[in-house]
């Protein structure tokens, strides 16, 4: 009796996935935190119910980007969207490859690329990452500064050394909302806080506190000191220029400072100290700083 040949199809084998330990995790935006695996041939992003990430937002378009995941590699493509697909604030033109660690910025959300041999561990630890850090500005969260204002004043107390709060308002932030739009306005928040950054130590706490406002934390800095920095910072963002698609955009700062008296018994008091302080930058005309 012949033996019948049994015939095996192998088709697109060289497209199927072969890095089945890719993800995006939800680092800023709604659903912070979630991931997604990334083990499908494609994946694609958009508003639309029918995409496999759906993110429901004005600035996504329907079908906005498409990740494959195959032998050469895991890329994305934009797919035409209106606003664009970005991959470390550079805008995607084609095929890009993804690498671990990228970020990548559709609508208002954005996403932490992740590959490795231990996706879970590395995971959790882009989670633990989360509790610390603000996803859009890469600065400190609010969390993490109450944690280090709690620490820093009783440091303070008990080595009897100064320490001083800056709060930083952006003036007008509405208005660059309502005219040029959120994507903008996300924008300008990172650029401030990366032109910041710049100006201050290692061992200063700079972290977005809300929205619009920042604080700077500034341990074994006396009040002449923490004015200085404040006008340095001040002069630094009025000169920088912003822009947003090409478009400039005007950006100045408010800034309150106050420095830890024997009177404040909770650390709430430096803040509203502070904040005091920033209500009459505002008020005086903006633009400037108060201590």
Known sequence: MQKETVVTVISKISDRPVNLDAALVVIYGLDLGRKFDLTGEETLIGRSSKCDIQ???????????????????????????????????????????????????????????????NIEAAYHDEIYRLTTMDGLTQIYNRRYF???????????????????????????FKKVNDKFGHLAGDSVLKQLASTVRTRIRREDVFARYGGEEFAILLPEVALVGARQLSEKVRRLVEKQRFEFDRQPIPVTISLGVAVLDPHHREPGDLVRAADEKLFEAKTGGRNRVIA
């Open 55 to 117: 993110i429901d937002q004005e600035s996504v378009s329907r079908n906005h980007a498409a990740i494959s995941n195959t032998r050469e590699g895991v890329k994305i493509r934009d797919a035409g969207s209106t606003n664009g697909t970005f991959i470390n604030d550079e805008l995607v033109e084609g095929d890009r490859e993804l690498r671990n660690g990228d970020l990548v910025k559709i609508g208002r959300t954005i996403f932490k690329y992740i590959a490795g041999g």
């Open 146 to 172: 109450d944690e280090q204002l709690d620490r820093e004043i009783s440091r303070s107390r008990r080595y009897e050394r100064v320490l001083s709060l800056v709060l930083v308002d952006i003036d007008h």
